[in-house]
């Protein structure tokens, strides 16, 4: 009876891959979800009945275990190496000629393939089963979140032998008889997935993510691997590599890759020519809002893995590959008015509102103006033809006028000079600024941006009051001030009398509420929402005044002494602490129980003392957060512009322009590795 367990489970086992294949990677499903579905409830309860007989490849294991406390580092076999980038038809015919001349004159063919907006990945399988995979880290090492990955259906946990499968990639080999390999590839998302995965996140108030790249590095983050299988993931395969066969042709490795399992992209394309990598450049660049999923170009490889050796890299980048980025995406539409907004600080934001454009896969009708200046510049009327652009998670802007379409009753745009909320307060523009702002406390718009940014993820970090439900308060009459928030706990009946309010909902929003007296106190005076107090700011404030009370009553030169805290910076600190209604909102916090003093810890060490550190890209150690704080410690400064002054630009994955501009102004480069390692030996 035993043996016969046995062989079913085997069986339903084998049946479950086959299906997970021909539905996540092959598209072509041939059973409904209520048959899968039954087939592995089936599997599940012979696995609970006979526990002798799970094994770790098994499809009911790929979410299993308790949630990690940390990801621990682990070094690539092989670095993992960043591309090279290229914008134009003339850097990719120098890349060529480089190759060229780097073999000698040798026939060169080239793999074209599309460039994923994910995050890269190493998968490695030992005696064919998945035994580790790593985020691409610095290069040298990475996170290892094999668990989180283990969730991805895509993935086979096991591969197969291939006895028959005979390619040319194989040199004097007539099967393909590899147990222990490394593939490596993209994670990303689907578009229509991130945009249903942010309504919901919306709904639930909370703050949305920019991009499929951001919610899908963030997803690969999380401890819990229930909380990744419960996102839809996807992997797409490009890189093989063993040492049980010798290999020589990427372009065949990537049929090898499919062979067995693995998905792969059906453009990949291999080239002859340089006139045939620009044609796949060029179609894809017409085609690219046709996908499914985000692109942010091409890249491309020699396809002779002994080529490949021979030209070896240089740096962190390999001289036989580069990707070629497309410009970011733009498109020509009517301007039909500038409105205002207001920020929390007063400050006042011209807006465009937009005839709505299709714009890189979505509708845009709304992009900023930056501020009066900014229109003048561009000489921006009401009525005219307006370019519009967004590249990768850029917010959507007007970089220009298409003046030869600027209709004859065009109407040039002045700076109202009051607030367009119904207080219509006057504004004012400080002397040297480019803003406007309402000076107005009572400006029904800033109390609130006040309470939506007092409530925020990076501020008090409120769960249960968004900015629906703070707006749904207001309205009520039960929110006109931060004060105010914490005196919702008592009024439960008049809160359930609203809409979409249920005591579930009430519950979460009391929770968090109460969680929120026990922020620190720098997070307080960040969240308090003075004018040129950020994050970084208010740590250096309450570093330097332990408390609050020491705070608003430090003088001009007190606040000036500090390294960083400059004469506007002083002033605003000093305007806001003299306000009566502001001195009355600190004692009603008081009152609270929120935390205004206790931050007065020394660095542990001095050892960063003077030095400057920016950081651009994902990390994936820690967060951003994290290691801004660890430097902090250490005595630094955690800077967000890189200039002549910083000391180290730290690069995480997919640095941008700030590791650019570092590069052109001689600043020192560290990797994650190299900065943990820096402060470990500082403690």
Known sequence: MALDKEQRIIELRDAIRRHDRLYYVEARPEVDDRAYDRLLKELQDLETAHPELVTPDSPTQRVSGTPIGTFRTVPHARPMLSLANTYTREEVEDFDRRVREGLEGAVVRYVCELKYDGVAMSITYKDNQLALAATRGDGESGDDVTQNMRTLRSIPLVVAKQPNLSLASIENELSLNISSFEVRGEVFMLTADFIELNRVIEEREEKPYANPRNLTAGTLKQKDSRAVAARPLQFVAYFLATDDVKLTSHFDNIAILSSVGFPTSSATRRCSSLEEVFEFINDWDEKRDTLPFAIDGIVIKVDSLRQQDELGFVARSPRWAIAYKYESKKAETLLRDITLQVGRTGVVTPVAELEPVLLAGSTISRATLHNEDYIHELDLRIGDTVIVEKGGDVIPKVSGVVVAKRPADATPWHMPHVCPCPHKSPLHRPEGEAQWYCNDGTCPWQTRRTLQ??????????????DKSIDQLIDAGLLATIADIYALSQRRDEILALDRWAPKSFDRLAAGIERSKQQPYARVLFALGIRFVGEGVAKLLARAFPSIDLLQGASKDDLTNINDIGERIADSVIDYFSETPNKT?????????????????????????????????????????????RIEALGGKASGSVSKKTSYLVAGESAGSKLTKAQELGVKVLSEAELKEMIDSSY
């Open 453 to 466: 940014h007092f409530a925020s993820r990076d501020a008090m970090d409120i769960d249960g009051l968004g």
């Open 585 to 629: 909102l600190i004692e009603l916090l008081r009152a609270s129980g929120l935390q205004l003093e206790g931050e007065a810890s020394a660095p542990v060490s001095q050892k960063f003392a003077g030095l400057t550190f920016v950081l651009t890209g994902e990390l994936v150690s820690m967060t951003r957060r994290e290691a801004e704080e």
